[in-house]
């Protein structure tokens, strides 16, 4: 088991905690699908109840770190240089609809650079994290990024883009272009996940337009921490633009390439 930093300790304690709340929520989602007023507002509340778990236990054990959160916005701390980057619930629909695959995303920020995360998928109880220049690791165990070169054996995550969003001609050509030449496409629901298990090598890369600095940024430290490459698509660096394609060392480069519509 390798040793965990105070502040690994920290985030990982929060998440733990956290989840509890969530996993008992989700229990709750089987029986309120089939209520007539469903469940949505069911949900709103069980993200906005973790938030509030993660910010309560960050803000003991840190008192002067701000935040950026999904639900409650920015709050500034007392200490400018240092904040956390939180997701409480990433995968809000798949939660919604009883599917198990969720997680708590919480980043430490430092000077503007992620430099610790922490992703936790509660019903499986897998614990990622990494902290920049100490790797990155699952449940313990050190993880790499897959070592796969070629194209055509290698399993890509994304997401897809749904109503309201832009941009859905430039993403159908980016999965043209990408279900044309590898072993397959999956698209999941959260994208800390798809971060995640990039890191762990489970697929050779994930791109997604769109998103927020709260779904990518432990997934950053994560993907970096396990070898691997993350950057922007179209240039605007990715906190900024939400656009994000993560992959291993190999693979980064053509697929960038084949994302921006340009042969690899
Ligand atoms: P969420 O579950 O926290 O909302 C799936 O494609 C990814 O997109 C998830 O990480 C999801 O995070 C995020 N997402 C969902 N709705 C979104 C929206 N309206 N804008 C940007 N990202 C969104
Ligand atoms: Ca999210």
Not at 33 to 38: D, F, L, N
Not at 88 to 91: F, I, N, V
């Given at each position: 088991m390798a040793q965990r930093s105070a502040l690994l300790n920290v985030m990982t304690a929060a998440a733990t905690k956290a989840a509890r709340g969530l996993v008992r929520d989700f229990g709750e989602i089987e029986n309120l699908?089939?209520?007539?007023?469903?469940p949505a507002d069911f949900v709103t509340t069980a993200d906005k109840k973790a938030e509030e778990v993660l910010v309560a236990g960050l803000t003991k054990a840190r008192p002067r770190f701000g935040f950026l959160l999904e639900e409650g916005g920015k709050i500034e701390g007392a200490d400018t240089s240092n904040r956390w980057i939180i997701d409480?619930?990433?995968?809000t629909t798949n939660f919604l609809h009883g599917i198990p695959h969720f997680s708590i995303s919480i980043a430490l920020e430092r000077d503007g650079e992620p430099v610790a995360g922490v992703i936790y998928e509660p019903i499986t109880d897998q614990m990622f994290w990494a902290e920049k220049g100490q790797g990155a690791y699952l449940n313990g165990r050190r993880i790499r990024v897959s070592a796969r070169r070629r194209l055509e054996e290698s399993l890509f995550a994304t997401g897809i883009p749904f109503a309201g969003k832009q941009d859905h001609d430039r993403f159908l050509s980016q999965l043209k272009a990408v279900m044309a030449v590898s072993a397959g496409v999956r698209r999941f629901g959260s994208a800390a996940l798809d971060l995640a298990y990039v890191a762990a090598g489970r697929y050779e890369g994930f791109w997604e337009i769109g998103l927020h600095p709260w779904d990518i940024a432990a997934g950053i430290v994560l993907v970096r921490e396990a070898g691997g490459f993350v950057t922007d698509i179209g240039g605007g660096g990715m906190m900024e633009s939400g656009e994000i394609l993560a992959a291993n060392d190999s693979l980064h480069g053509p697929l960038l390439k084949i994302l921006a519509g340009r042969s690899a």
């Open positions: 699908q089939v209520s007539k007023k469903g409480p619930l990433d995968g």
